[in-house]
């Protein structure tokens, strides 16, 4: 993904959210954010965006029911997922989503820009 492109970060957590956004603002993007998957794809009807960073375990709509919906309108549509509750699913069950990258909280960041640029 080039500098200056829009990622919506999905994250319940309000300081994970905070802390992606001050990174990769810092990086060159441009970030919207969301509480979870239903608010997320209300953002992605309202605005374009390039990349979605989701967590997985999230109420209302997880990122495995995002990424469904996501790739079901879009199969090109880059996600990358993160979380800290890997053990609760499959990694079956989480590529079946459609994900491109998956990442275990707490996020190596090197390794979430390398995900971030090769998408």
């Known amino acids: 993904m080039k500098t200056g492109a829009r990622i919506l970060v999905i994250d319940d957590n309000a300081e994970a959210r905070e802390l992606l956004k001050d990174i990769l603002e810092e990086k060159g993007y441009s970030i919207l954010e969301a509480e979870n998957g239903e608010q997320a794809l209300e953002v992605m ?39 800290a509750y890997s053990q609760f699913y499959s990694p079956a069950e989480i590529l079946a989503s459609g994900v491109d990258a998956f990442l275990q909280k707490p996020i190596d960041l090197a390794r979430l820009l390398k995900a971030i640029e090769k998408l």
């Open 45 to 83: 009807s309202k605005s374009l965006v390039h990349m979605a960073i989701v967590d997985l375990d999230m109420p209302r709509m997880n990122g495995i029911e995002f990424s469904k919906h996501a790739k079901s309108k879009n199969p090109l549509f880059p996600i990358i997922m993160v979380t």
